[in-house]
């Protein structure tokens, strides 16, 4: 089956710093990840999607500048939350699409990333 | 009102019994539902998919769609103890793009 990995699975951090996330996709090419944030006992907010060599789409309400998103090869997109603050604290979910004819949209999720803001 | 309502409960069953979790919608152009399995502190895994309306059954679980009411199903048979994650359907179609709609998830619990 796909195999969607996720880097690191969980971070600490410091307020004002950035870290990154990384999302791989192990044994196929993923044209399209997305990016999904999840608070305690609530479903998938989706953030971002992003497309291979051009730039991501953001879901209104996130901000662009603040969580950089780079797809760079059609097997990696990396996450980068900037100057990150508690309220960051959050669970983020990379998912990967493997099209299946031109409508359906299936996405295989990686493990997660915990990110905790002190 | 949102696109896709999900009783997030939790429910609680006793080993053996039938499960059925549930969720309506409201946008009518959703051609693709899935159910996803989520353990605590984990990525979702696909479950089932179900195109269009109808069932779809893998080993102990059915996924019914009924496009007429907005309303699809889970059911799992013979729960056992290791079913105990949270369920989250989810759907998409041809809405403006092909984005998946989540529900909120219902937490299971299966007592042994």
């Known amino acids: 089956g796909a195999v969607v990995s996720q880097h690191p699975s969980w971070v600490i951090c410091k307020s004002g710093t950035s870290v990154k996330i990384e999302c791989r996709s192990l044994?196929?090419?993923?044209?399209?990840m997305f990016w999904y944030r999840q608070f305690p006992k609530q479903s998938l907010m989706l953030m971002a999607t992003s497309n291979e060599g051009s730039k991501a789409t953001y879901e209104q309400g996130v901000e662009k500048d603040k969580f950089l998103i780079n797809h760079a090869s059609l097997t990696l997109s990396t996450l980068t939350v900037t100057s990150a603050h508690p309220e960051d604290s959050s669970f983020y979910i990379c998912?990967?699409?493997?099209?299946?004819?031109?409508?359906?949209?299936?996405?295989?999720f990686g493990p997660g990333t915990r990110l905790t803001v002190l | 009102q949102k696109e896709v309502e999900q009783d997030p409960g939790p429910l609680s069953v006793p080993e053996g019994a039938i499960v059925s979790l549930n969720c309506t919608y409201s946008n009518s152009a959703f051609q693709y539902f899935m159910w996803y399995r989520q353990y605590s502190r984990k990525g979702p895994e696909l479950l089932m998919y179900?195109?269009?309306?109808g069932n779809k059954e893998d080993g102990r679980f059915t996924a019914q769609v009924d496009k007429s009411s907005k309303y699809i199903s889970l059911f799992i048979r013979d729960s056992q103890p290791s079913d105990s994650a949270t369920y989250l359907c989810?759907?998409?179609?041809?809405?403006?793009?092909?984005?998946?709609?989540f529900g909120a998830g219902t937490r299971l619990f299966v007592k042994a």
């Open positions: 998912s990967a699409n493997i099209g299946a004819g031109a409508n359906y949209n299936e996405q295989f």
């Open positions: 044994d196929f090419q993923a044209t399209t």
């Open positions: 989810a759907m998409s179609g041809n809405t403006g793009g092909f984005k998946t709609i």
């Open positions: 179900t195109y269009s309306s």
